[in-house]
């Protein structure tokens, strides 16, 4: 969690904060909050005037946000549409096609490039190979307002060398976007929305394909680290005042691949509606303090959900809550988010009921007087797994459609399934590089009767003794204790427009890739750089 630094650093490292929002934007060095945006470099402050102008009621130009179409380009006055316009990109966002402004429309994009090895995909278990891969995007989108209406539209296109992989292996679950790139493009998002006031209350109602985005992305995000990026079909409104807001929605999810896979998904539908809200107060000597509350509840009808227990229809429920935010002036700052799954599933031989959970807790300390501005945390995620196969009750969670590399690394090998880990964390920022560290000493099984997930929705290892053919489950004997892990990245941000990140990772394989193979266990060194260029 990045919690707005520009609340409370002195003047003196105001800049440096900018920068930290978009590093973690982009690299995801924590947990970020949901509308955090990758911020431009801040202004050089002004000298002091006498009787200087109030400052605009909302900037422009406006940083480049995660969702697009999340960003507001209508000018502070259309008599001079493109005041403060730092390049050719900035005037394009407000190209006026009337005389009063009342009709106008934006256009944008992004281009972005991505090389990615890993020593190991199965940590010496069978079907062993050291993929590299190379990938490469492209987004462009046009944003057309005709007064309290506006209508976005967004393309993809997207190509990468595992095409190859994929050729061979087949298809995996599509819900990461992960299975093949888009040969032709395909439509991201394509909306229409309207826009009014009632009762002093801002509302809004939109249908059409839209990405969704909600909380720190643990259950219901964009997936930026993917090829195609996770969007929606269907519906939804908001309404808000001040520092409250409600949204729900109700879609069918789709990973926009045409030539290959057709990825959407008519079984499935997902549906739910969250509320924030956000307690802001003044700090004697300047700043704020601000902590932030979404309750939300979500359901999720699908058939043939794939578990160790079983492969099944379900209707899913989740329950949750997140808060996070400043604890009093002591420098400190706090997330945690709480879980609840339940609901029903059916087989072809039984029904069931669903019975999951998941939380999580971190807690930071920024030293905003010391060089480089370095913060220490400590995070801990527990995520329910099922402790009997043979039972009507499933336990193991679901974190639905999440920002999955975010949590527990870029190679995204292990997903919030049946899983616990706790993180040591460092940050800091050096003029306008960003770099993180993240070291997990704990990464066990919550139960030891039910497999390591990864982030593609499969079972990447099932709990049995490979040993003895893998037929006969062994349970208790299998350790819990999946391995350590130790990450390093450093993001660089030399304009608004161009960001650069690169990390390592090492990954030491526990005790239970020993009880379920044959072959001596194998750690994974990664590699990752990224560039993109916004506008």
């Not at 509320?275 to 699908?302: C, D, M, W």
């Not at 003794?465 to 390093?488: N, T």
Request: aromatic letters at 14%; a negative charge; charged letters at 20%.
């Amino acid at each position: 969690m990045i919690i707005d630094p520009m609340s409370f650093l002195p003047s003196r490292v105001t800049r440096r904060a900018v920068y930290l929002a978009g590093a973690a934007l982009l690299c995801g060095a924590t947990s970020v909050p949901a509308q955090t945006s990758t911020a431009e470099p801040a202004a050089e402050p002004a000298a002091p005037q006498e009787q200087a102008a109030p400052a605009p009621a909302r900037p422009w130009p406006v940083p480049y946000a995660e969702r697009r179409f999340d960003e507001n380009w209508e000018p502070i006055d259309w008599a001079n549409p493109h005041a403060g316009a730092r390049d050719v990109f900035d005037k394009i966002k407000a190209v006026r096609l009337n005389d009063s402004g009342s009709v106008w429309v934006s256009f944008g994009g992004s281009l972005r490039g991505r090389l990615a090895y890993q020593s190991t995909v199965t940590y010496g278990g069978p079907f062993e190979f050291e993929p590299t891969m190379w990938t490469g995007r492209v987004r462009a989108h046009a944003d057309l307002h005709v007064q309290k209406f506006r209508v976005f539209g967004e393309y993809i296109y997207s190509h990468s060398s595992i095409e190859a992989l994929v050729d061979t292996f087949g298809a995996p679950s599509p819900r990461l976007g992960f299975d093949a790139p888009n040969a032709n493009g395909d439509i991201l998002n394509l909306f229409g929305e309207y826009q009014t006031e009632l009762a002093g209350w801002q509302t809004g109602v939109w249908g059409g394909r839209r990405e969704l985005l909600m909380g720190n992305q643990r259950i219901i995000s964009p997936g930026n680290w993917l090829l195609n990026r996770h969007t929606f079909d269907g519906g939804g409104g908001w309404i808000s005042k001040g520092a409250h807001r409600v949204e729900a929605f109700a879609t069918r999810p789709r990973v926009p691949i045409p030539d290959r896979f057709t990825r959407r998904d008519d079984e499935t539908t997902l549906s739910g509606v969250f509320y924030t809200t956000a307690i802001v107060r003044n700090r004697p000597g300047g700043g704020q303090q601000r902590i932030s509350f979404e309750p939300y509840l979500l359901n999720i009808r699908r058939d043939d959900t794939l578990f160790v227990q079983h492969i099944a229809d379900e209707n899913r429920y989740t329950m949750g809550m997140l808060t996070q935010g400043d604890v009093g002036s002591t420098g400190f700052d706090f997330e945690a988010e709480g879980m609840y799954q339940y609901g029903r599933y059916e087989t072809p031989f039984h029904r069931g009921i669903i019975n999951a959970y998941a939380w999580t807790g971190r807690l930071g300390y920024r030293f905003v007087t010391a060089p480089l501005l370095p913060r220490v945390s400590v995070s801990l995620d527990y995520a329910s797994g099922d402790s009997d196969p043979d039972d009507d009750s499933l336990g193991t969670f679901d974190p639905l459609y999440p920002l999955a590399w975010n949590f527990y690394g870029f190679h995204a090998a292990f997903d919030r399934k049946n899983f616990v880990a706790g993180g040591l964390h460092l940050e800091g920022l050096w003029r306008r590089v960003y770099f993180r560290s993240t070291y997990f000493p704990v990464m066990w099984r919550a139960q030891l009767n039910d497999g390591v997930y990864n982030s593609f929705n499969e079972i990447a290892r099932r709990p049995d003794f490979q040993s003895r053919g893998g037929d006969v489950p062994d349970l208790p004997w299998a350790s819990r204790i999946i391995g350590q892990q130790i990450d390093v990245g450093v993001f660089w941000q030399p304009t608004h427009h161009l960001q650069f990140y690169g990390t390592y990772l090492h990954f030491f394989a526990g005790q239970f890739f020993t009880d379920t193979q044959t072959a001596p266990r194998a750690d994974m060194n990664g590699v990752m750089l990224l560039t993109q260029f916004s506008f």
